[in-house]
T-cell receptor
């Protein structure tokens, strides 16, 4: 069975500094990997995904993520954090043959300090 | 594009009553919709997968007679919480996949906050 780990419940970063939100996965076969963001009392917004091809994926709002097969990681990054980036971030995976079902990580609360 | 709406956004009901939550894909046809439940400060838990014109597939541990799902059209899926109890209070989120869109991206609704008194 597939699984996703987000080892940090909370990440704090100063505005203007680079940010990284970590994600590792466990799946048989080639995964589809996703990042979503959730603002308070709202549904999830799609940020980016990796299906195949270039390991560096660029997404919405200046976010990017790098697929690293050897380390089974898909960390989310942004060169310069904004206070408005403060939110709950979820990494998710679709395993081959899983009927397109997303398996989510536990989420990481990002707080960008002014 | 790829907008999913939910109605209502929040609902308060008495214990023992039933509540219906609607999930609509506004600008695309969704052959597959998913229903999730989220507890405070926790991740999303998949409840069921809903395919248009067929019975929903429920995850292990989810009572299909309590959480009735109907996907009668390509733009609408409904979740009815029957005989609701306080432990059913939660944030319910739906998502949809369009067959015409790029691979396997789920688009999420804004969620429905259910409070059972």
């Amino acid at each position: 069975a597939q699984s996703v780990a987000q080892p940090e419940d909370q990440v704090n970063v100063a505005e203007g500094n680079p940010l990284t939100v970590k994600c590792t996965y466990s799946v048989s076969g080639n995964p589809y990997l996703f990042w979503y963001v959730q603002y308070p009392n709202r549904g999830l917004q799609f940020l980016l995904k990796y299906i195949t091809g270039d390991n560096l994926v660029k997404g919405s709002y200046g976010f990017e993520a790098e697929f690293n097969k050897s380390q089974t990681s898909f960390h989310l990054k942004k060169p310069s954090a904004l206070v408005s980036d403060s939110a709950l971030y979820f990494c998710a995976v679709i395993a081959p043959g899983s009927a397109r079902q997303l398996t989510f990580g536990s989420g990481t609360q990002l707080t960008v300090l002014p | 594009g790829a907008v999913v709406s939910q109605h209502p956004s929040w609902v308060i009901c008495k214990s023992g009553t039933s509540v219906k939550i609607e999930c609509r894909s506004l600008d695309f046809q969704a052959t597959t919709m998913f229903w999730y439940r989220q507890f405070p400060k926790q991740s999303l838990m998949l409840m069921a997968t809903s395919n248009e014109g067929s019975k929903a597939t429920y995850e292990q541990g989810v009572e299909k007679d309590k959480f009735l799902i109907n996907h009668a059209s390509l733009t609408l899926s409904t979740l009815t919480v029957t005989s609701a109890h306080p432990e059913d209070s939660s944030f319910y989120i739906c998502s949809a996949i369009s067959p015409g869109q790029s691979t396997d991206t789920q688009y999420f609704g804004p969620g429905t906050r259910l409070t059972v008194l």
